[in-house]
C-alpha cells in the first residue's frame, strides 16, 4: 500500500523537525559544516521550490550552513560553482579577475548554471566595491558574470542535508585509501604518489589561506563594531598583506585585494574623525562649518555599519517575513532587519543603533535586509 500525500508530507515535516532538533541538541553555531546525504540534489536561489535552482550538489558534498529558514529550507554559502550577474555598464574592469563598481546600489542578479534566468535580487553593490570576476566579460555582452557578493546565499531543502559524512561513503573513503596503499605495495610509480601528494597539498594551502582569509574579514567587522576612537587596522593590513604575496589562485588574489580595499576605506573613515577632533572652534562661522563636518563624520562613522537606524518591531501577516525594521529620521523604512541565532533585538527596540551581519535584498518589499550578527547603541553618542 502506497502513503497517501498527507502521510508523506508528515513524514517529510518529521525528517526537517528532525534535523532542526539535532542542530539544537548538538548546540551548534553558525555557521557549520554539513554534507549532502542524496544524488542530484537542487540548490535554489531562495527558501521556497518556486525560486529557480542555481545547481546541484551530490552525495558527500559539503555545505556551509548559515540560517535555518522558515518551512526546512538553510541558508548555505554559495558553492564553488556559484556566480552572479552584473549590468556590464555599471563595472569598470582593473584586470582579468578585478572590477570595480562605477555606480551607487548596482543590482547583483543570483546567476543560474541550467538557464539565462537572473530574476532574484539579494544584494545590491556600492560604488568603488570591488568584485570578482567568474569569467573575463566578453566584449558585446551586456552581463559579466562575477563570484557571488558578500552577503548571497543559496538554500538547500533541510531533509537532504546531514551533519556527518553519510556512513556509506566513509567506507568507501577507507577502502580506497586500502587500495592506495596496496596499489603502492605493488609498484606504483612512487613519483606519480608524490605528484598526488603535492596537488592535495597545494588544494589544502589554498583553501587555508582563504579561511585565513575569512578571519580577518570577521576581525575587523569586530574592529568597526566599537568605537570609532578604538579603531586599529595595523595588525590586520599586515596579515592581509602577507596572505597576498603567496596567493596564486585568481580567487586568492581577488579576495586579498578586496579586503585590502575595505581596509584603506576605514582607515580613511578613522583618519577624517581624527582630523575632525582637532579641530579647534573660532567664531560663529567657523562653528558652522564644524557642525556640517561633524554631520559629515557622523555619515563616515555609519560606513563602519551595514545598517543604522531607529528599531521598529514589524507587524506583519506575512510567514517567515522580516521581525524588524530600520527607521530613517521620517519614520521610512532604511532596511528590513532579522536576528542571527543567538543575537536578540528585542532590548533594542526604539533605540537608535548600527548594526552588522550579512546583507540581502528583499525582492517583493524592495528594500535591504540584514540579518544582524552584532548591535551598537548609538542613541548616547548621537545625543
Given at each position: 500500500m502506497f502513503p497517501s500525500r498527507t502521510m508523506w508530507r508528515r513524514a517529510c515535516v518529521a525528517a526537517v523537525i528532525s534535523i532542526f532538533q539535532v542542530g539544537l541538541a548538538l548546540g551548534l553555531d553558525f555557521p557549520y559544516v554539513a554534507y549532502v546525504n542524496s544524488t542530484d540534489v537542487y540548490v535554489r536561489s531562495g527558501p521556497g521550490r518556486d525560486y529557480y535552482p542555481t545547481g546541484?550538489?551530490?552525495?558527500?558534498?559539503?555545505?556551509?550552513?548559515?540560517r535555518h529558514d522558515p518551512g526546512g529550507w538553510l541558508a548555505v554559502r554559495p558553492p564553488r560553482s556559484s556566480f552572479s550577474w552584473v549590468s556590464s555598464r555599471h563595472l569598470d574592469k582593473l584586470d582579468d579577475h578585478l572590477a570595480v563598481v562605477n555606480s551607487e546600489r548596482v543590482v547583483a542578479r543570483v546567476g543560474s548554471a541550467f538557464s539565462d534566468v537572473r530574476d532574484v535580487i539579494q544584494v545590491r553593490l556600492d560604488r568603488d566595491e570591488k568584485v570578482e570576476l567568474a569569467e573575463p566579460p566578453a566584449a558585446d555582452s551586456p552581463w559579466?558574470?562575477?563570484?557571488?557578493?558578500?552577503?548571497?546565499?543559496?538554500?538547500?531543502?533541510?531533509?537532504?542535508?546531514?551533519?556527518?559524512?553519510?556512513?556509506?561513503?566513509v567506507a568507501d573513503q577507507r577502502e580506497a585509501g586500502a587500495d592506495d596503499r596496496a596499489g603502492l605495495s605493488k609498484?606504483?610509480?612512487?613519483?606519480?604518489?608524490?605528484?598526488?601528494?603535492?596537488?592535495?597539498?597545494?588544494?589544502?594551502g589554498e583553501v587555508a589561506?582563504?579561511?585565513g582569509l575569512e578571519h580577518i574579514d570577521m576581525e575587523l567587522s569586530a574592529i568597526v563594531a566599537q568605537d570609532i576612537s578604538q579603531w586599529s587596522f595595523d595588525e590586520l593590513r599586515g596579515r592581509a598583506q602577507e596572505a597576498l604575496e603567496p596567493a596564486q589562485g585568481p580567487l586568492e588574489r581577488g579576495r586579498a585585494s578586496v579586503l585590502l580595499d575595505k581596509l584603506a576605506r576605514f582607515d580613511?573613515?578613522?583618519?577624517?574623525h581624527d582630523?575632525?577632533?582637532k579641530a579647534p572652534l573660532r567664531g560663529a562661522e567657523s562653528a558652522t562649518r564644524v557642525g556640517a563636518d561633524l554631520r559629515q563624520a557622523r555619515r563616515a562613522q555609519d560606513e563602519r555599519f551595514d545598517g543604522v537606524g531607529r528599531l521598529s518591531p514589524v507587524v506583519s501577516q506575512r510567514t517567515g517575513g522580516p521581525q524588524y525594521a530600520l527607521l530613517d529620521e521620517s519614520g521610512a523604512v532604511r532596511s528590513f532587519v532579522t536576528p542571527a541565532p543567538g543575537v536578540n533585538l528585542r532590548p533594542f527596540v526604539d533605540k537608535q543603533i548600527g548594526v552588522n551581519g550579512q546583507r540581502g535584498y528583499l525582492t517583493d518589499?524592495?528594500?535591504?535586509?540584514?540579518?544582524?550578527?552584532?548591535?551598537?547603541?548609538l542613541e548616547t553618542q548621537r545625543r
Open positions: 546541484k550538489l551530490q552525495k558527500g558534498e559539503q555545505v556551509e550552513v548559515y559579466c558574470k562575477i563570484s557571488p557578493p558578500a552577503g548571497e546565499f543559496r538554500w538547500i531543502f533541510a531533509k537532504y542535508v546531514d551533519h556527518e559524512l553519510p556512513p556509506d561513503l609498484g606504483e610509480d612512487e613519483s606519480d604518489a608524490q605528484h598526488n601528494e603535492a596537488l592535495r597539498a597545494e588544494v589544502a589561506r582563504l579561511r580613511d573613515i578613522k583618519r577624517r582630523a575632525l577632533a518589499l524592495q528594500r535591504q535586509h540584514i540579518s544582524v550578527q552584532r548591535i551598537s547603541l
